[in-house]
C-alpha cells in the first residue's frame, strides 16, 4: 500500500494540506513562513496537494500539469532559511499528528517531508 492509500487517497491527501495552510493561517508560531505566501492560499493548497498526491504514490497530478517539480529552482525567489522551514514543518507536523494516527507511519512521513524541506533551504544565514 503506497503512502498516498495510507493516508486515504485523494481525500486524505486533500484534508491534510487544508489543514496544514489553515495552521499556517492560525498559528503565530508560523508568522515568518506565511508572509512568503499570497494573501489566498488557495493556489498554494492546490498546488501542494498536486504534488504531494504524486509525491506520496498517487496520481502524478502535479508532474501532468506543471512537468518535473524542480522544487529548489521553483522556490528559489523566495527566502527559506531555518526559520521558514521549521515553522513549515510545524504546521506539517501537527497536521499529520492529527490526521495519522499510526505513530510509525507518522514518523516516515515526517522524516520524508522534513528531509524535502531542509532541501528547499536557500537561506542557510537566517537563524532561529
Known amino acids: 500500500m503506497t503512502p498516498y492509500e495510507q493516508l486515504g487517497g485523494a481525500e486524505g ?3 491534510l494540506v487544508k489543514r496544514f495552510y489553515a495552521l499556517m493561517d492560525e498559528l503565530p508560531e508560523a508568522y515568518t513562513v ?4 499570497p494573501e489566498s492560499l488557495a493556489g498554494s493548497e492546490e498546488s501542494l496537494f498536486e504534488f504531494l498526491s ?6 502524478p497530478l502535479y508532474v501532468n500539469k506543471k512537468g518535473h517539480p524542480r522544487l529548489r529552482m521553483r522556490h528559489h525567489p ?5 526559520v521558514e522551514r521549521d515553522e513549515w514543518m510545524l504546521c506539517m507536523r501537527q ?3 492529527e490526521q495519522v494516527s499510526d505513530a510509525t507511519f507518522r514518523g516516515q512521513l515526517e522524516t ?4 524535502m524541506a ?3 533551504v ?7
Open 34 to 37: 506565511r508572509q512568503i505566501h
Open 122 to 128: 536557500n537561506a542557510e544565514d537566517r537563524a532561529a
Open 112 to 115: 520524508a517531508v522534513a528531509n
Open 95 to 97: 497536521a499529520l499528528a
Open 118 to 120: 531542509n532541501h528547499l
Open 78 to 82: 523566495y527566502v527559506i532559511g531555518p
Open 54 to 59: 504524486g509525491w506520496l504514490g498517487g496520481p
Open 13 to 15: 491527501v486533500r484534508q
